[in-house]
């Protein structure tokens, strides 16, 4: 905070004009409750706009994120900080608030930092470190919602449950950190033959939920199975067989176990 009055300080050459001390302060107001990068941004972009007189134009880059608003002129300034990157576009030059066009952004800056770590945190809570996959209790809330919309939309969708084959015994036989490369790379495998819509979650241990909203899941399966770093039995059910999540995935998970007896007995 010194750092930010220090800096508000040496760049308000007008920093007795109460018009512009209301319009940092709108500023602030309207930017501070933003929850992710997106929504930040673009409160930000429209808030400039609403509060200046000659900005026409706005863009403005994170190192994950870039949003472009209104026109682009010949009169433009960038404006360079720890954690934003702006060109600003301006209807004609204006010094005075060029240096509040600064000032809000140094601002923005700052802010920005701290939604940044929550982002950073909130990640952490929603996915599996090892493998990549939704944890289970964030997995299972969004799973709820894509079944309740493809219920609506009357859209086919099936949940299955995956058990990885002889996973305890690989780990007794090759050690936890071999297993946990094991669990890692059949993470990386999953991702990256699914859908940008389907959901992988790691329900726990060597347990995993796969939602695929498909008329042919049978596709997305053969598809899993040719060339997995490890062997697995699944269990599949239609969302149209309950209306209760935990009945559909009781349902997978004996149909799973179901799969997994019959494969022994025939070995």
Do not use: W
């Not at 209301?22 to 941004?41: P, S």
């Not at 995935?249 to 149909?255: G, M, P, Q, S």
Request: hydrophobic letters at 35%.
């Amino acid at each position: 905070m010194e750092r930010l009055a220090g800096f508000l300080e040496e760049l308000f050459t007008f920093e007795k004009n109460q018009l512009y001390a209301t319009l940092l302060a709108t500023f602030v107001a309207d930017i501070t409750n933003a929850q992710n990068t997106a929504t930040f941004i673009d409160k930000v972009c429209k808030s400039m706009y609403a509060n200046t007189r000659k900005v026409v134009g706005l863009r403005i880059m994170t190192k994950s994120y870039v949003k472009i608003y209104g026109k682009g002129t010949n009169v433009k300034h960038d404006y360079s900080f720890e954690n934003i990157r702006s060109t600003v576009y301006f209807s004609g030059e204006d010094s005075q608030e060029n240096e509040f066009v600064k000032a809000c952004l140094f601002v923005a800056d700052n802010i920005y930092n701290v939604i940044r770590k929550m982002e950073s945190y909130q990640k952490l809570l929603s996915y599996d470190q090892l493998t990549g996959a939704y944890t289970r209790r964030v997995g299972l809330n969004i799973l709820k919602a894509h079944i309740a919309r493809s219920k609506r939309q009357n859209t086919d969708a099936f949940v299955i449950f995956i058990d990885l084959d002889d996973f305890k015994k690989y780990n007794d036989t090759y050690g936890h950190v071999e297993g946990d490369r094991l669990l890692s790379a059949f993470g990386d495998y999953v991702k990256s033959n699914l859908r940008q819509h389907d959901l992988f979650i790691r329900y726990g241990g060597d347990e995993f939920v796969i939602y695929l909203e498909t008329p042919s899941p049978e596709v997305v399966l053969k598809r899993l199975l040719t060339d997995s770093p490890i062997r697995f039995s699944y269990g599949i059910v239609s969302i149209k067989e309950s209306d209760n999540l935990k009945e559909l995935l009781e349902i997978a998970d004996r149909k799973m176990y179901d799969a997994k007896k019959r494969a022994k007995l025939s070995t």
